[in-house]
């Protein structure tokens, strides 16, 4: 099981900016594909952004070409930069381990967005 602890959280207006981190646990964090998801109330939990370890990324349409995920395999490091944010983005950010076969599990950070 993968210890995560995301920060970055925060209450910030429409158009605003925010990024988040995700620090990792254990010596194979950089060998494993990583991804950030996001949850309101009520419902399910979905993954905005994926990267590989060699650095391939993908995004949900949702955030397509506002948001950009990076590590530093270094630090044991995952970061969400997000742009141009909107109301709709208002969740508990989550970061996990895309590895079938390993768990994690984090805290998760709350991001807001005001209209």
């Known amino acids: 099981q993968v210890r995560l602890v995301e920060s970055g959280g925060g209450l910030v207006q429409t158009g605003g900016s925010l990024r988040l981190s995700c620090a990792g646990s254990?010596?194979?964090?950089?060998?494993?594909?990583m991804g950030w998801s996001r949850q309101v109330p009520g419902k399910q939990r979905e993954l905005v952004a994926s990267?590989?370890?060699?650095?391939?990324?993908t995004y949900d349409d949702s955030v397509k070409g506002r948001f950009t995920i990076s590590r530093d395999n270094a630090k044991n490091l995952v970061y969400l930069q997000m742009n141009s944010l909107k109301p709709e983005d208002t969740a508990v950010y989550y970061c996990?381990?895309?590895?079938?076969?390993?768990?994690?599990w984090g805290q998760g950070t709350q991001v807001t967005v005001s209209s």
């Open positions: 990267i590989t370890t060699g650095g391939h990324t």
């Open positions: 254990g010596s194979r964090f950089s060998t494993y594909a």
């Open positions: 996990a381990v895309l590895e079938v076969g390993v768990s994690s």
